[in-house]
């Protein structure tokens, strides 16, 4: 339970701690939206000091980019982190972010790795990235053209696994390529057959998300449009990763 306030009372001699959990759509029943990321992200910090953990990785987002206009093509891992406002998942990973990084470098020991990801997808993929990747209709005109990165699950996890036996620290863009217009892996996925001008395809992208139980509004559809394609090249440096899968 990552908002268990004792969470970090299960730190006692582990080796590695793998932190995935984070609300994406809606939070878990039971539970207050409002900070959940952050609130979890400090309830784990906060025992790190007695309990030493040698190793944390995180997956975080190229969300943190933004997209806007002028994010440079590609963007490096020491580009200016620029959620998109009112977007409240990018906003989290930017926060959670900074608060392992200053738990670290205040301990001055243990590794942490970031991993800022592009869309994951596969079997366990969000269902509304589902449903938006299969529906019948696409963006027309620049909005779908846009290009983004998408990285399959498998090869998510095997570069976490590469984390944990190589002694690499930092943060890290988790890159795959090529880089796509939504339109592209619409079709790729069997969808985007119907075009639809942003003015009509907006209010359904919107209500979809809030169907979904978006968390806060579809603030990320100020991102459709710019290019969000990750530089990848400091991980495969480090791990000698690369995708093996098409998402």
């Known amino acids: 339970d990552i908002a268990d306030p004792e969470l970090a009372s299960y730190l006692q001699n582990v080796d590695a701690v793998i932190h995935l959990a984070f609300v994406v759509i809606a939070a878990p029943a039971g539970y207050d939206q409002p900070g959940l ?71 001055n020991t243990g590794r942490l790795v970031i991993l800022r990801s592009p869309t994951i997808l596969g079997p366990h993929a969000q ?46 863009n988790l890159a795959a390529e090529p880089a796509r217009s939504l339109s592209e892996w619409q079709r790729r996925a069997g969808g985007g057959r119907v075009p639809l001008p942003w003015w009509l395809a907006s209010p359904g992208l919107a209500l979809g998300w809030r169907r979904a139980g978006g968390q806060g509004p579809a603030a990320w559809l100020q991102g459709l449009g710019n290019d969000l394609v990750l530089d990848g090249t400091a991980l495969y440096d480090a791990l000698d990763w690369q995708p093996q899968r098409l998402a």
């Not at 509304?128 to 620049?142: D, E, T, V």
């Not at 909005?143 to 984390?163: M, P």
Request: hydrophobic residues 45%.
């Open 127 to 172: 269902p509304y990235l589902k449903n938006m990747l299969h529906s019948p209709f696409r963006l027309a005109g620049q909005k779908g053209q846009a290009l983004s990165q998408c990285v399959h699950e498998l090869d998510v996890a095997e570069a976490i696994r590469r984390c944990v036996m190589q002694p690499v620290a930092g943060i890290y």
């Open 37 to 107: 990321n952050v609130l979890a992200a400090r309830n784990l910090v906060k025992g790190i000091p007695a309990n030493p953990v040698p190793l944390l990785i995180h997956l975080s987002s190229a969300a943190v980019y933004g997209p806007w206009p002028d994010t440079p093509v590609p963007v490096t891992e020491q580009a200016v982190l620029r959620p998109l406002p009112g977007f409240l998942y990018a906003q989290d990973k930017v926060e959670v972010e900074q608060i392992l990084l200053r738990a670290y470098e205040s301990m």
